[in-house]
Structure formats: C-alpha cells, structure tokens
T-cell receptor, first 111, second 116 residues
Framework: SQQGEEDPQALSIQEGENATMNCSYK?????LQWYRQNSGRGLVHLILIRSNEREKHSGRLRVTLDTSKKSSSLLITASRAADTASYFCAPLIQGAQKLVFGQGTRLTINP | DAGVIQSPRHEVTEMGQEVTLRCKPISGHNSLFWYRQTMMRGLELLIY????????DSGMPEDRFSAKMPNASFSTLKIQPSEPRDSAVYFCASSIRRDRNYYGYTFGSGTRLTVV
C-alpha cells in the first residue's frame, strides 16, 4: 500500500495543549507530506520532509521522520481552536509520482 | 495567486445525466490530480496528469468516468451517465515536479456532487 496510516483516528484536547499525531508507512519514500483539511474545504499543504531529513519546523508545527521505523509524527504546539481539522500524512513512495491519502486524524481543540 | 479553481462548487443532478467538473490549476504547475472524497472510502485518487498527459488512471471507477487536459490551464472530469453512488466531493489539485524535486499539492475547494 502506498498510503500512510495515521494514528490516532481521533484526538480531542484542550486549547493550549500540544497535539501529536503519528503516521506509519510501508516502503521507502522520497518524502513525506502533511496536510490539513477543515470541514468542507480542500486539503492544505502544511509541510514536506525529505527522506534525508529527520526534523522540520514551521511555526507551531514540528515534524519528525524516522525512515528506519517508517514513521513520522506531527506535533502542534500551543493548540488553538482554529487547529480543529483533519490531518493527513502522505508518503511519496520512491519511484512514484502520486500521493495516496489515508483516513487522517480528526483533531478537535476544545476551548 | 487565485489558487486552484474548481467549478461548479455544488452540482445536483438526476441519475443518468452527464456531469462535467472543471479545474484550472495554478499557472506554472505541471502536474494535476483528480481526487474523490466520501465518508466511506476517504480520499481516492482517480487520475493524474503530467505535462497535460494522463499518467495513471487506475483509480477511475469505471468507463463512465473520463478526464481530459487539453492544455496546461484546464482539465475536466466527466461522468456519463451519473449514478447516485457517484455522489461525493471531487477535488482537483496541482503541483510542480521538476527533475527529482517534488513539491506539495495545492488543492481546490472541491465540487460537491449529488446525484439523485
């Protein structure tokens, strides 16, 4: 399978707390991307981490990649109500040209 | 930049009718993707194009679905005849691919299709 599998399927936390979502995949990758989808909207690209990178930051987002374990994590620090959305990881498999998305993690930030 | 533009935003049609969804990718992007999203099946890749050429249509459900990209700034996804099980949100996305460098996708706002 070319898709990533997100864990947990759903996560509910209080505003201000940190949120961590995990992603596992099965084969060698070129890069791994994280996307956010607000209800009723299209996916928004958050961050891309290449296979030779181990960690990447973008504002309140921190992404890690462990190619030996074929896993990645997305950390959102100091969560806000506006972070409520579904989050998807998408590994770009080596030799592939397309992203296949899993079911995502549904994140709810409670005020 | 106006982003990826899809039309219409909503479409309600009767079973058996032809439906055409449209997409204008971001100028300069050379890859275009059509996805379909439902609660049951999640986000499914239907077909994608590189430099206006269809590369992989293995996700197209059946012969009722067809997609074209006549030029770099326009693509269509057609369903003929439509069936109630085609009801879903259809997304178009575009990206750049140069040599071995890959970039993130930009998604449109989607077309919500309801077939009654």
């Amino acid at each position: 399978s070319q898709q990533g599998e997100e864990d947990p399927q759903a996560l509910s936390i209080q505003e201000g707390e940190n949120a961590t979502m995990n992603c596992s995949y099965k084969t060698s990758i070129n890069n791994l991307q994280w996307y956010r989808q607000n209800s009723g909207r299209g996916l928004v690209h958050l961050i891309l981490i290449r296979s030779n990178e181990r960690e990447k930051h973008s504002g309140r987002l921190r992404v890690t990649l462990d190619t030996s374990k074929k896993s990645s994590s997305l950390l959102i620090t100091a969560s806000r109500a506006a972070d409520t959305a579904s989050y998807f990881c998408a590994p770009l498999i080596q030799g592939a040209q397309k992203l296949v998305f899993g079911q995502g993690t549904r994140l709810t930030i409670n005020p | 930049d106006a982003g990826v533009i899809q039309s219409p935003r909503h479409e309600v049609t009767e079973m058996g009718q032809e439906v055409t969804l449209r997409c204008k990718p971001i100028s300069g992007h050379n890859s275009l993707f059509w996805y379909r999203q439902t609660m049951m099946r999640g986000l499914e890749l239907l077909i994608y194009f590189n430099n206006n050429v269809p590369i992989d249509d293995s996700g197209m459900p059946e012969d009722r679905f067809s997609a074209k990209m006549p030029n770099a700034s326009f693509s269509t996804l057609k369903i003929q005849p439509s069936e109630p099980r085609d009801s879903a949100v259809y997304f178009c996305a575009s990206s750049i691919r140069r040599d071995r460098n890959y970039y993130g996708y930009t998604f449109g706002s989607g077309t919500r299709l309801t077939v009654v």
